[in-house]
């Protein structure tokens, strides 16, 4: 065990990635070494920030925790707490269940750890931040929970009602971090587009995107979790006229069927879906689209399934991700809806519908050829150097693979030319 050290390991999504980089640069303030993510867990404190979206992702949660066990047993590791989306929604069942914790913290609470540890939580730190993702890039998060109703989602139950966070704290936020080296930012938030309805009463996303875009140094803007219901168009102006916005959307569309849109309560139709698609496409020329589309939904038939195959074969999304549905307590789905499709039955769909779409990206890609993007450098490994377009998101996009012909430096921008393509990667050569 390591003395006056933290380790803290993070599961689930950007969005809890950034509560723990605050609770790192917390820690740092009041004398701790720390480690995100570390190879060998050995800390005096160790902190789980758990995930709760899915059935899987809560199972990859306790087993996280479990694994834990044996080292606090052990005595390789000291104190032992967790916090995050699962110990905010089941908190009562884990204390019961996993009496090896040490104390479990909610999605909000967990500034409280410091105190309890007899240490100081320092406000005028409150956003400050120890950036675990490679230093030219960042998520900021601009809001927290949802208003929305979706009859299967369990995050207005996790985080409560939509809050904005201040335009000017935003701002302050990324001046501070383009002051100390980010140049990318991928903004995050359970619904990007709902942004400022609390606080000023309108859309505010476009003209939050603009101020961020003439900040001194941010070099990209890319924007996640969109909600198709009463899209802020005026965003696409933006995305026109901002260089440095980037031509991509993620947008979770969920489904098409209209049966199923209306279970699942989402304020929308077939048409007005496809009517969406067609106006970000038109009004934003190369726009990429990531979208996440769910199979299995209860009430699901075999042609509903068809119809959302079909669907994908025909908008040929840029980017696009699936999952099965999970029937989560507490939901609307839960406690109207049989868990009718089986298990078998969803992860034959799931895979069907990543078939198609594997060989849809592989398409697109394999179009790119040839054409010469502007490419960010994220790292170096044994025989490439790997960057991303703007096309492409941390993690979850296609890479550029470009041999090692020439030094390039990680964080730092090329125009880069595409020489061949395959379903999730491009292969590049530098020209500059």
């Not at 140094?217 to 009463?230: C, D, K, S």
């Not at 980037?246 to 279970?263: E, F, G, K, N, P």
């Not at 040839?370 to 790292?379: A, E, F, L, M």
């Not at 998101?393 to 390039?408: G, H, M, R, T």
Request: aromatic share 10%; net charge negative.
């Amino acid at each position: 065990m390591r003395k006056n050290r933290v380790d803290i390991i993070t599961l689930g999504c950007s969005k809890n990635l950034v509560d723990s980089e605050q609770l790192m640069c917390q820690f740092r303030l009041n004398g701790y070494s720390v480690a995100h993510e570390p190879a060998k867990v050995n800390g005096e404190i160790v902190i789980v920030n758990t995930c709760a979206f899915i059935g899987e992702a809560q199972e990859e949660s306790i087993n996280t925790i479990l694994d834990l066990e044996d080292a606090k047993r052990q005595g390789r590791i000291g104190k032992l707490f967790v916090m995050g989306c699962l110990s905010e929604r089941f908190k009562t069942d884990l204390q019961q269940e996993l009496p090896f914790v040490d104390k479990f913290y909610g999605k909000f609470d967990w500034k409280e750890l410091l105190r309890d540890l007899g240490k100081s939580y320092h406000p005028a730190h409150a956003a400050d931040r120890i950036i675990t993702t490679p230093p030219h890039y960042a998520y900021l998060k601009i809001s927290e929970g949802c208003d929305r109703t979706c009859a299967y989602c369990s995050i207005p139950l996790i985080t409560g009602r939509h809050k904005s966070r201040p335009e000017a704290d935003i701002l302050a936020e990324v001046e501070q971090l383009a002051g100390n080296g980010v140049k990318e930012f991928q903004l995050i938030a359970q619904d990007l587009t709902y942004y400022g309805m609390d606080l000023y009463r309108k859309a505010s996303l476009p003209a939050l995107v603009e101020k961020i875009s003439a900040v001194a140094g941010v070099e990209w803007i890319r924007l996640h979790y969109a909600y198709p219901t009463h899209f802020p168009f005026d965003l696409l102006r933006v995305m026109r006229e901002r260089e440095n916005v980037c031509r991509y959307l993620d947008i979770a569309l969920q489904h098409v069927s209209d049966a199923v849109l209306q279970r699942m309560r989402r304020n929308t139709t077939r048409r007005e879906t496809l009517q969406l698609i067609e106006r970000l496409r038109t009004e934003t020329p190369g726009i990429h689209l990531r979208t996440t589309l769910m199979v299995g939904y209860p009430g699901e038939t075999a042609g509903d399934f068809e119809e959302l195959l079909q669907f994908v074969r025909d908008v040929r999304f840029e980017r696009m991700g699936a999952f099965a549905y999970s029937h989560e307590t507490g939901t609307y789905a839960f406690a109207h809806y049989r868990d009718d499709v089986p298990d078998e039955v969803k992860q034959e769909r799931l895979d069907r519908l990543m078939r198609v779409q594997e060989k849809i990206a592989w398409e697109q890609n394999d179009e790119k050829t040839g054409r010469v993007y502007k490419t960010v450098i994220d790292r170096e490994e044994h025989d490439y150097f790997v960057g991303r377009t703007e096309f492409d998101s941390p993690e979850v996009d296609p890479e550029v693979l470009i041999a090692k012909d020439k030094e390039l430096i990680p964080g730092h921008f090329y125009h880069v030319r595409i020489k061949s393509a395959e379903a999730f990667e491009l292969y590049g050569e530098i020209l500059n």
